[in-house]
């Protein structure tokens, strides 16, 4: 039986990712990854860790604290705010953390590698997102080769949600029975809950479940009393 390793950042999409590798490859297959990259909210590492709590998956943190060394970023660097706004020399908004997803791959194929696993899996998408050149499906093709020659070892890296809308990807966590799953899960770039609804990650989250017409677990958590 194969297994899987699906790259967990605590976001919706990755979220929505370990169910689906947990339906494609089934329960006691799949096992998780989360990088802690010094990443300004700290509550996506927690969020991270209810996830796979409650999927019930084996769960590796692993540190990279190289990004927040280089700055320049609205991530990894307090000085800088989320904007909605994008790099006039670039074209890129200002949370693109350059590298980051090449580096979390390849440590997590490194950390494959070692489990005898040949499947990583990650939530990246180039639909309806940010633009971040790491996450489109040239990149992962690329990647993909590069880790199969760099370690000689026939990995797949799986992109579910690669050409998938917001929306898709609500309804796909709905199907695969994810959605209670998403109330655990972070999306602000502002780090803050409840979310603040008004940043680039907030407003295409809402989105994807307004088109699809039912709420967002997240934001019906913080209705209640
Ligand atoms: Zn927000």
């Avoid at 950042?9 to 799949?30: E, M, P």
């Avoid at 791959?105 to 489990?115: D, G």
């Avoid at 907030?202 to 934001?219: M, Q, S, T, Y």
Wanted: neutral net charge; hydrophobic residues 40%.
């Amino acid at each position: 039986m194969e297994s899987a390793l699906v790259v967990l950042s605590g976001g919706q999409d990755s979220t929505t990712c370990l169910y689906w590798a947990l339906k494609r490859f089934g329960a006691g297959h799949v096992e998780a990854v989360t990088f802690d990259y010094s990443q300004r909210h700290r509550i996506e590492l927690d969020c991270a860790v209810r996830v796979a709590a409650r999927a019930d998956v084996l769960h590796t943190v692993l540190p990279i604290n190289t990004f927040a060394a280089l700055g320049g970023n609205a991530l990894t660097d307090a000085n800088i705010a989320v904007q909605d706004s994008t790099d006039a020399q670039t074209g890129l908004p200002n949370t693109f953390v350059p590298g980051r997803n090449l580096i979390f791959l390849t440590f997590a194929a490194a950390l494959a590698y070692s489990r005898g696993i040949r499947h990583l899996v990650t939530g990246v998408a180039q639909t309806d997102y940010s633009g971040y050149p790491d996450c489109r499906q040239a990149t992962l093709q690329a990647l993909e080769q590069t880790l199969r020659l760099g370690m000689e070892y026939a990995l797949t890296i799986h992109t579910p949600l690669m050409f998938q809308s917001k929306a898709d990807t609500v309804r796909l966590a709905r199907d695969l029975g994810a959605l209670p799953a998403l109330v655990d899960t972070h999306t602000c770039y502002n780090g803050i809950q409840p979310p603040c609804g008004e940043c680039p990650a907030c407003i295409l989250r809402a989105k994807g479940f307004a088109e699809v017409g039912i709420p967002d677990p997240l934001v019906e958590r913080f209705r209640k009393p």
